[in-house]
């Protein structure tokens, strides 16, 4: 009988301990710098970066013009304008890389898509479309840098 009653006890311990919800601890702060809106989400446009329509572009031009894309997404990183940007593997769709910009208006991304060299020259076409995620996406960049060894 003891202990049927202390596994009892220990059982509704037990529950009543693992029911209780974790305290999310919300950081006004930090949520008013990323422009949070009250779920911790915010407005991005997210582009999808396709093989463009110039085939005819010399491999030493095509280098150069891509040096020059590299540049440009260093470039807006830096200014808080790009929060993601990564090629993707090869593929059958003719999909090269994304961007995720932290702009709100299709307008504003236009206007950044149009400082890459290599879509200026045709080298990659950029399909925009506005996207709603988290507002800590913003934070990825500063991580990053911790874990690179080697940069870009």
Known sequence: MKNSL???VFFLFALISFSQETEVKFDEKLAKSLNA?????????????????????????SKK????????????????KLVVAGPFMKNDRNYR????????????????VETDPAIKANLLEAELTPWYATAALQETL????????TKM
Do not use: P, Q, W
């Not at 500063?142 to 060894?149: L, T, V």
């Open 97 to 112: 890389g994304i961007y995720v910009f932290n702009v709100e208006t299709i307008e504003e991304a236009k206007a950044l």
């Open 37 to 61: 809106d009250e779920y911790g989400m915010k407005k991005y446009v997210f582009c999808l970066l396709k093989s463009g329509t110039n085939k005819t572009a010399s491999k030493e031009e």
């Open 65 to 80: 013009l891509f040096e020059g894309h590299m540049a440009n997404i260093n470039k807006l990183a830096k200014e808080g």
């Open 142 to 149: 500063k991580i990053h840098d911790k874990i690179a060894r």
């Open 6 to 8: 202390f596994i009892l």
